[in-house]
Protein backbone atom coordinates (compact mmCIF):
# COMPACT_ATOMS: atom_id res chain seq x y z
CA UNK A 1 0.00 0.00 0.00
CA UNK A 2 1.58 3.04 -1.13
CA UNK A 3 1.99 5.51 1.88
CA UNK A 4 1.64 8.48 3.21
CA UNK A 5 3.60 11.89 4.96
CA UNK A 6 1.03 13.95 7.00
CA UNK A 7 2.52 16.55 10.07
CA UNK A 8 1.84 15.03 13.33
CA UNK A 9 -0.59 18.16 14.33
CA UNK A 10 -1.23 21.70 13.46
CA UNK A 11 -3.25 24.42 15.09
CA UNK A 12 -5.46 27.08 13.80
CA UNK A 13 -7.45 29.60 15.34
CA UNK A 14 -11.29 29.94 14.62
CA UNK A 15 -12.85 31.13 11.37
CA UNK A 16 -9.46 31.24 9.75
CA UNK A 17 -8.53 29.19 6.74
CA UNK A 18 -6.62 25.37 7.47
CA UNK A 19 -4.36 24.07 4.99
CA UNK A 20 -3.38 20.44 5.87
CA UNK A 21 -0.43 18.99 3.67
CA UNK A 22 -0.02 15.34 2.34
CA UNK A 23 2.82 13.90 0.91
CA UNK A 24 2.25 10.99 -1.29
CA UNK A 25 5.65 10.54 -3.63
CA UNK A 26 4.92 7.12 -4.55
CA UNK A 27 1.38 7.28 -5.72
CA UNK A 28 0.70 5.32 -8.19
CA UNK A 29 -1.90 6.13 -11.29
CA UNK A 30 -4.86 4.59 -10.05
CA UNK A 31 -4.60 5.80 -6.64
CA UNK A 32 -7.02 8.15 -5.59
CA UNK A 33 -6.66 10.61 -2.60
CA UNK A 34 -8.88 9.70 -0.01
CA UNK A 35 -9.49 12.44 3.19
CA UNK A 36 -11.59 10.97 6.40
CA UNK A 37 -11.37 12.87 9.42
CA UNK A 38 -11.91 11.32 12.98
CA UNK A 39 -13.50 13.56 15.42
CA UNK A 40 -12.60 12.95 19.36
CA UNK A 41 -14.19 9.68 20.46
CA UNK A 42 -16.20 8.94 17.43
CA UNK A 43 -15.42 7.02 14.10
CA UNK A 44 -13.89 8.13 11.20
CA UNK A 45 -15.92 10.46 8.77
CA UNK A 46 -15.34 10.94 4.81
CA UNK A 47 -14.25 14.77 3.79
CA UNK A 48 -13.66 14.24 0.09
CA UNK A 49 -11.45 12.12 -2.59
CA UNK A 50 -10.07 13.01 -5.44
CA UNK A 51 -7.58 11.76 -8.67
CA UNK A 52 -6.27 14.40 -10.50
CA UNK A 53 -8.02 17.69 -10.38
CA UNK A 54 -9.15 19.79 -7.47
CA UNK A 55 -11.89 18.91 -5.63
CA UNK A 56 -14.90 21.34 -3.78
CA UNK A 57 -17.57 19.80 -1.34
CA UNK A 58 -19.72 21.49 1.31
CA UNK A 59 -16.69 20.41 3.87
CA UNK A 60 -13.77 20.97 2.44
CA UNK A 61 -11.55 21.60 -0.99
CA UNK A 62 -8.90 19.33 -1.92
CA UNK A 63 -5.98 20.56 -4.16
CA UNK A 64 -3.62 17.99 -5.77
CA UNK A 65 -0.67 19.08 -7.05
CA UNK A 66 -0.18 18.39 -10.80
CA UNK A 67 2.85 15.67 -10.22
CA UNK A 68 -0.18 14.45 -7.73
CA UNK A 69 3.14 13.69 -5.47
CA UNK A 70 1.16 15.82 -2.70
CA UNK A 71 -2.36 17.24 -2.01
CA UNK A 72 -3.52 19.61 0.49
CA UNK A 73 -6.80 19.53 1.92
CA UNK A 74 -8.28 23.11 2.79
CA UNK A 75 -10.29 24.03 5.44
CA UNK A 76 -12.18 27.22 4.17
CA UNK A 77 -13.26 28.84 7.75
CA UNK A 78 -12.29 26.73 10.79
CA UNK A 79 -14.69 26.11 13.49
CA UNK A 80 -14.17 24.40 16.68
CA UNK A 81 -16.21 21.59 15.23
CA UNK A 82 -13.55 21.44 12.70
CA UNK A 83 -10.66 19.72 15.95
CA UNK A 84 -10.00 16.35 14.55
CA UNK A 85 -7.49 14.19 13.35
CA UNK A 86 -7.07 14.22 9.67
CA UNK A 87 -6.60 11.18 7.81
CA UNK A 88 -4.77 11.82 4.01
CA UNK A 89 -5.29 8.11 2.66
CA UNK A 90 -3.80 6.63 -0.77
CA UNK A 91 -6.83 4.19 -2.19
CA UNK A 92 -5.92 1.95 -5.44
CA UNK A 93 -9.24 2.04 -7.58
CA UNK A 94 -10.99 -1.09 -7.33
CA UNK A 95 -9.67 -1.63 -3.47
CA UNK A 96 -11.74 -2.12 -0.64
CA UNK A 97 -8.94 -0.80 1.43
CA UNK A 98 -8.47 1.82 3.39
CA UNK A 99 -5.03 2.12 5.15
CA UNK A 100 -4.73 5.13 7.78
CA UNK A 101 -1.16 6.31 8.65
CA UNK A 102 -0.97 8.84 11.39
CA UNK A 103 -2.97 11.48 10.36
CA UNK A 104 -3.19 14.99 11.18
CA UNK A 105 -4.50 16.04 14.93
CA UNK A 106 -5.89 20.04 13.85
CA UNK A 107 -6.28 21.60 16.87
CA UNK A 108 -8.55 24.67 16.38
CA UNK A 109 -8.24 28.05 19.03
CA UNK A 110 -11.66 29.80 19.84
CA UNK B 1 -31.67 7.45 12.19
CA UNK B 2 -28.65 5.82 12.92
CA UNK B 3 -26.78 4.78 9.57
CA UNK B 4 -24.29 2.32 10.85
CA UNK B 5 -24.72 1.19 14.71
CA UNK B 6 -22.45 -0.75 17.31
CA UNK B 7 -23.30 -2.49 20.34
CA UNK B 8 -22.40 -2.73 22.72
CA UNK B 9 -20.67 0.60 22.81
CA UNK B 10 -18.33 -0.62 26.08
CA UNK B 11 -17.04 -3.96 27.13
CA UNK B 12 -15.44 -4.94 30.00
CA UNK B 13 -14.31 -8.27 30.50
CA UNK B 14 -11.64 -10.48 31.81
CA UNK B 15 -9.20 -12.02 30.29
CA UNK B 16 -9.77 -15.90 28.40
CA UNK B 17 -13.44 -14.80 28.06
CA UNK B 18 -15.53 -15.12 24.75
CA UNK B 19 -17.44 -11.75 23.66
CA UNK B 20 -19.28 -10.39 20.43
CA UNK B 21 -19.91 -7.33 18.80
CA UNK B 22 -21.91 -6.66 16.93
CA UNK B 23 -22.86 -4.08 14.12
CA UNK B 24 -25.93 -3.39 11.54
CA UNK B 25 -26.47 -0.75 8.85
CA UNK B 26 -29.20 0.82 7.27
CA UNK B 27 -27.80 2.32 4.69
CA UNK B 28 -28.71 -0.45 1.89
CA UNK B 29 -24.35 -1.45 1.61
CA UNK B 30 -23.43 -4.69 0.49
CA UNK B 31 -19.93 -4.48 2.31
CA UNK B 32 -19.02 -4.04 5.45
CA UNK B 33 -15.70 -3.71 7.40
CA UNK B 34 -14.30 -3.96 10.90
CA UNK B 35 -11.23 -1.92 11.86
CA UNK B 36 -9.31 -2.05 14.66
CA UNK B 37 -7.71 1.14 16.64
CA UNK B 38 -5.21 0.74 19.38
CA UNK B 39 -4.13 2.55 22.51
CA UNK B 40 -1.45 4.59 19.83
CA UNK B 41 -4.71 5.26 17.36
CA UNK B 42 -3.43 3.36 15.04
CA UNK B 43 -6.45 2.30 12.68
CA UNK B 44 -6.44 -1.31 11.02
CA UNK B 45 -8.46 -2.96 8.55
CA UNK B 46 -9.06 -6.47 10.02
CA UNK B 47 -11.72 -7.79 7.88
CA UNK B 48 -14.20 -7.19 4.77
CA UNK B 49 -17.44 -8.75 3.54
CA UNK B 50 -19.37 -7.96 0.56
CA UNK B 51 -22.90 -9.67 0.30
CA UNK B 52 -21.79 -12.12 3.25
CA UNK B 53 -18.74 -13.33 1.37
CA UNK B 54 -15.06 -12.52 2.95
CA UNK B 55 -13.09 -10.34 0.69
CA UNK B 56 -10.38 -8.84 3.18
CA UNK B 57 -8.87 -10.90 6.18
CA UNK B 58 -5.83 -8.47 7.20
CA UNK B 59 -3.87 -11.87 9.17
CA UNK B 60 -5.73 -11.13 12.24
CA UNK B 61 -5.58 -14.22 14.88
CA UNK B 62 -8.04 -17.29 14.58
CA UNK B 63 -9.52 -15.89 17.55
CA UNK B 64 -11.47 -13.37 15.51
CA UNK B 65 -14.33 -14.51 13.65
CA UNK B 66 -16.59 -12.35 11.67
CA UNK B 67 -20.15 -13.55 11.45
CA UNK B 68 -22.58 -11.80 8.30
CA UNK B 69 -26.10 -13.81 8.75
CA UNK B 70 -27.07 -10.64 5.96
CA UNK B 71 -25.69 -7.83 4.25
CA UNK B 72 -26.98 -5.70 6.72
CA UNK B 73 -25.45 -7.11 9.84
CA UNK B 74 -21.98 -8.06 10.40
CA UNK B 75 -20.60 -9.44 14.24
CA UNK B 76 -17.39 -10.21 15.43
CA UNK B 77 -16.67 -12.78 17.99
CA UNK B 78 -13.93 -12.96 19.80
CA UNK B 79 -12.28 -16.18 21.73
CA UNK B 80 -9.87 -16.44 24.11
CA UNK B 81 -9.31 -12.63 25.20
CA UNK B 82 -5.86 -11.50 25.66
CA UNK B 83 -4.88 -8.30 26.95
CA UNK B 84 -4.16 -6.93 23.39
CA UNK B 85 -6.99 -7.14 22.39
CA UNK B 86 -8.30 -4.21 24.20
CA UNK B 87 -8.70 -1.50 21.79
CA UNK B 88 -11.73 0.37 19.60
CA UNK B 89 -13.58 -1.84 17.47
CA UNK B 90 -15.40 0.26 14.36
CA UNK B 91 -17.06 -1.29 12.03
CA UNK B 92 -18.11 0.51 8.49
CA UNK B 93 -19.63 -0.03 5.50
CA UNK B 94 -20.24 0.97 1.84
CA UNK B 95 -21.39 -0.14 -1.70
CA UNK B 96 -19.08 -1.79 -2.99
CA UNK B 97 -16.90 0.39 -5.87
CA UNK B 98 -18.28 3.13 -3.66
CA UNK B 99 -15.64 6.25 -2.95
CA UNK B 100 -17.33 6.27 0.69
CA UNK B 101 -17.19 4.21 3.88
CA UNK B 102 -19.58 5.24 6.68
CA UNK B 103 -18.03 4.09 10.18
CA UNK B 104 -20.12 3.51 13.12
CA UNK B 105 -19.28 4.99 16.44
CA UNK B 106 -16.94 2.48 17.73
CA UNK B 107 -16.97 -0.24 20.47
CA UNK B 108 -14.37 0.08 23.65
CA UNK B 109 -13.27 -3.16 24.54
CA UNK B 110 -11.04 -3.44 27.77
CA UNK B 111 -9.64 -6.84 28.62
CA UNK B 112 -8.59 -6.74 32.51
Same mark, same amino acid.
Given at each position: ?????????????????????????????????????????????????????????????????????????????????????????????????????????????? | ? &????? &????? +????????????? *?????? &?????? *????? !?????????????????? +???? !???????????????????????? +??????????????????? &??????
Amino acid at each position: DAKTTQPNSMESNEEEPVHLPCNHSTISGTDYIHWYRQLPSQGPEYVIHGLTSNVNNRMASLAIAEDRKSSTLILHRATLRDAAVYYCILRSGGSEKLVFGKGTKLTVNP | D &TAVSQ &TPKYL +VTQMGNDKSIKCE *QNLGHD &TMYWYK *QDSKK !FLKIMFSYNNKELIINET +VPNR !FSPKSPDKAHLNLHINSLELGDSA +VYFCASSQRGADTQYFGPG &TRLTVL
